[in-house]
């Protein structure tokens, strides 16, 4: 298959062309500059244009029979007014761009996996969340819901739509493990807040055999929790990777307010944290390889 994607060199976008490609599948990915001394790679084709904004590139899109949006700045960051709108303009507008291309119709069988989170929901403590599970009203929530609804317009022309709601995703060469690992090698790993908040993870690779996995099921559509069966309360998390690294966790916990001082209203996404069930893999037959949070730290870092 042919397969058009945005934030294509990032965190997951990098380890998921790898593996489409080992699949026998052909990639474009969009790019904001191909690099001068680019190597050109068997199965990749990269395409320069922002995804923020209309252009040529847009052309190419519906020469494509899966469509994969990953594009979205990092949330790991204070949220002051631009930050917010950083956030929001480079999910909404890449996604309404993509549908844009897509608006003639599509002459073949057509998906768009289109990337969201579990801050869909926002914040219902101990309460179990699946797909069917009402949105929040916070910040992350708001741009979520208007994230996926600018996928599912592509249902007009269509285009099977999947939102993949991702929790907090867990690898060797980024993401949340980036953030944490230089404290937790140091020692002074510990528990943020109260240490009770549920921490919806999922193991990079059976992210991205989610998405072979979708590719392939054809009768699956809609929101997805792309999150491990088993998420694990914060304190839980830091026991776990300070074992993992047989490094010491009996540093006190980072005070809650500390922070909100430090990441402002990010910081309620940290202390809050939602507890997500994958239902609809589940009921599909998907089988993580990662489902517990001991087995997945040793795998990345152990």
Partial sequence: MKIFMTGGTGFV????????????????????KIP?????????????????????????????????????????????KRAKEIIRESRVLTTTNLVEALSDGVEKETTLIST????????????????????????????????????????EFGVRVLTCRFGIVLG?????????????????????????????WIHEMDLIRIYLFLMA?????????????????????TQALGKALRKPTFMPAVPGFMIKLIKGEFGSVLLEGQKIRPRKLLDA???????RIHEALHDLVG
């Fill in 217 to 237: 099921k054809k009768d699956l559509s809609g929101p997805i929790n792309c999150t491990a069966p088993e998420p694990v309360r914060n304190k839980g998390l």
């Fill in 13 to 32: 976008g990098k380890t998921l062309t790898h593996y489409v490609i080992e699949h026998g599948h052909q990639v474009t990915v969009l790019t904001r």
């Fill in 285 to 291: 037959g998907f089988q993580f390889h990662f489902s």
């Fill in 172 to 200: 060797k060469n980024g993401g949340a493990l980036g953030e944490m690992m230089p404290l937790f090698q140091k020692g002074l790993g510990s528990p943020i807040g109260n240490g009770k908040q549920w921490f919806s």
């Fill in 116 to 155: 969201s989170a579990v801050g869909y929901y926002g914040f219902h403590g101990d309460e179990e969340l699946d797909e069917d599970s009402p949105p929040g009203d916070d910040f992350l929530a708001s741009v979520t819901r208007e994230w996926e609804s600018a996928a599912i317009q592509a249902e």
């Fill in 36 to 80: 001068v001394n680019h190597t050109p790679f068997q199965g990749v084709s990269l395409l320069e244009g922002s995804p923020t904004k209309r252009g040529e590139w847009q052309r190419s899109v519906p020469q494509h029979q899966i469509i994969v949006n990953l594009a979205g700045a990092s949330i790991f960051r204070k949220w002051d």
